[in-house]
């Protein structure tokens, strides 16, 4: 589906504070399931939008449940003048090109060490790119991250353009889940 076939999704949902860290300076919102279903990835999915009236443009993560939450910055809920507990207006439409991920300095450094991992890290896609960040950093103990990067360099090596065994939903893996509210 193309992004000309998507119509601005509106919706409402109440602004949480997270419980950690304790002294988050942001909110988060969990989109109604009805406003989620209508995003073309159960995944990570980025978006231009609206949050009481006032432009933003954010990677939608999935919560583990089949909906989508989005981390609402100090700054935005500064400007919308919106805070935890008030329900909000949103509106959102997927974004056209998906913006390129930033991807940690181990990583960088890991490919720079791997030519052939770099030339296919540097051929796939950004959604490709954004899921192998997520899933290396996914990983719960420094062991698992530094395994999993030098697993990484090795498939990309190999020609792999995926992550394997990688659930982007979090709904079986619960490796995506919003924040707990406070």
Do not use: N
Request: aromatic share 6%; proline share 8%; net charge positive.
């Amino acid at each position: 589906m193309t992004r000309d076939a998507f119509h601005p999704i509106r919706c409402q949902a109440t602004l949480r504070r997270p419980a950690t860290p304790v002294d988050a300076d942001w909110t988060f919102l969990v989109l109604p399931k009805a406003a989620s279903a209508k995003l073309p990835s159960r995944s990570m999915v980025t978006v231009d939008g609206t949050l009481a009236g006032h432009i933003f443009q954010a990677t939608l993560e999935p919560d583990g449940g089949g909906s989508h939450w989005l981390k609402v910055s100090a700054a935005l809920g500064e400007t919308a003048r919106v805070a935890a507990g008030d329900e909000v207006a949103l509106t959102l439409a997927p974004v056209a090109v998906e913006p390129e991920p930033v991807a940690p300095p181990e990583l960088l450094a890991a490919l720079a060490e791997h030519p052939a991992a770099r030339a296919v890290w540097d051929d796939i896609t950004p959604l490709a790119r954004r899921d192998w960040i997520h899933w290396i950093g996914s990983g719960k103990q420094a062991q698992t991250r530094d395994r999993r990067l030098r697993t990484a360099c090795d498939m990309l090596a190999a020609g792999k353009r995926r992550a394997c065994c990688f659930d982007r939903s979090g709904i079986y893996s619960k490796a995506f889940r919003a924040p707990e509210p406070a």
